[in-house]
């Protein structure tokens, strides 16, 4: 079974709790705080690997949560960091978050592993609260809550030439015919379930990939049929050969053929189209050229003057399929080499952003500790001994809602507010 999409729930590791324990041996009286710190949580890790080619695995699994990491203990025991967890994915499977759409990670050229979500800080035990007017803290900090995320997984198949064109009209063979792989062929429409990729490999060591996407039909943009499942295998594609049936076996138009994909590929995606593309007029042996009806000829004077070059070709004979293979392969050699990457457009560590940007807690009567990055930082770089400093430091408070968010915990003249060692008293 080829999947190339799924929806799945990661979840980082929560960070471990401080431990909040005191110093207790024989003759010894009076032992200090000796809480450890809880253990990091686990990371959410994507990897790829070369061995898959389908998403096929996340059918069957959902739900991918890193461990939590361990509280601390006695004796200043650091708790056990929690374990990444790692997730496999073929090459070129693209993350995005569900919600929005947007691209966390292109598991694609040298991004074969990347930290997706990070797992919850440990918390600090009591150990590091002492000072000498709080020598036995009966408080530790909680550690950083996991993240959690829907997202959403794309398997957009790595090839630089992608074949397009209507059920039927040859595609499969073709591929089986210039590289080593080996599609189902029928004469019937829809064969072609899966993305097919193939190696082309020329003289001299020169090559290619190929993908032949499925048959799309008018109205794949829009979804019907299976065209617009596959579309998206052609993202990567540097150019597209443009395969239809000079012979109009079925009695089809092979220019309206071509204009119709070109339409659809244009509703999908605008940037897709405007690629360079290569024409293949297959089943030319079958053709039956009259006086006033010359298909290759027809097909030339329309799209030639546009640019777009016309190989009439037999996939089952293999006439004009080499002088095609060639041209493409140098085609592509004028073409940027740099392949197509999504670039990032979502950041989990944002979501750490629901975190307070400073904490309360309040660990007994008339104590107060204020916690936080922006707080941490802004205590290392202003003298509060100063009279210019403290000044800038109650401004701190008041700006940022310190002030306010102390008041509606219910703080009294008096009551010690505690930040990173440093203990205030608070008055109006």
């Known amino acids: 079974m080829f999947a190339d999409s799924a929806k799945i729930l990661i979840r980082s590791g929560k960070g471990g709790d ?25 990371d959410v890790i994507f990897v790829v690997d070369e061995g898959l080619n389908t998403l096929v695995d996340f059918r069957h699994k959902r739900k991918y949560v890193a ?42 050229g040298d991004n074969t592993r990347q930290i997706i979500l990070k797992g919850g800080r440990g918390g600090k035990g009591n150990q590091h609260f002492a000072t000498p007017t709080m020598q036995a803290p009966k408080y530790a900090k909680p550690g950083q809550d996991s993240i959690e995320l829907n997202v959403i997984l794309e398997l957009k198949v790595i090839a630089d030439v992608g074949l397009v064109g209507f059920p039927n009209v040859g595609k499969s063979t073709f591929l089986s015919k210039v590289t080593n792989a080996r599609p189902k062929i029928a004469n019937y429409h829809f064969t072609t379930l899966n993305p097919n990729l193939g190696v082309v490999d020329l003289d001299d060591g020169a090559g290619f990939v190929i993908a032949d996407i499925p048959g799309l039909i008018e109205g794949a943009s829009e979804g ?26 079925e009695g089809r138009d092979p220019i309206n053929d071509i204009y119709a994909i070109n339409k659809e ?69 004028q073409i940027d080499t740099e392949p197509v990457i999504f670039e990032q457009e979502f950041f989990p560590e944002n979501l750490e952003s629901k975190d307070e940007p400073y904490t309360v807690e309040k660990p007994q009567e008339g104590i107060y500790v204020v ?58």
Not at 230 to 247: C, G, P, Q, S, Y
Not at 304 to 312: D, H, I
Not at 314 to 326: D, F, P, Q, R, T
Not at 371 to 388: A, F, H, Q, R, V
């Open 371 to 428: 916690e936080g990055p922006k707080i941490e930082k802004m205590l290392g770089y202003t003298n509060i001994d100063s009279e210019k400093g403290f000044l800038f430091f109650q401004n701190f408070l008041k700006e940022n809602g310190i002030l306010e968010v102390l008041e509606k915990a219910g703080i009294q003249e008096g009551d010690t507010v505690r930040m990173y060692g440093l203990e205030f008293y608070y008055y109006k």
């Open 67 to 108: 461990q939590d990491g361990a509280v601390g203990g006695k004796r200043n025991k650091h708790g056990k960091n929690g374990e990444d967890l790692i997730v496999k994915v073929p090459a070129g499977t693209v993350i995005k978050d569900l919600a929005t759409g947007k691209v966390i990670a292109d598991m694609s």
């Open 224 to 249: 019907i049929g299976l065209g617009h499942e596959f579309l998206k295998h052609i993202e990567r594609t540097k150019l597209m050969i443009h395969m239809v049936d000079a012979a109009s076996i």
């Open 18 to 42: 401080g431990h909040v324990s005191f110093y207790r041996e024989k003759y010894i009286t009076n032992g200090g705080p000796d809480g450890g710190d809880g253990g990091k949580g686990g």
């Open 265 to 333: 590929l244009e509703a999908y995606n605008e940037e897709i189209a405007k690629r360079p593309q290569v024409i293949a007029a297959n089943k030319i042996d079958a053709i039956y050229t009259t006086e006033d009806n010359d298909p290759i000829k027809l097909l030339k004077e329309e799209f030639e003057p546009k640019g777009v070059r016309v190989f009439p070709i037999s996939a089952v004979s293999g006439k004009g399929v080499k002088e095609l293979l060639y041209f493409v392969y140098d085609l592509l050699n």
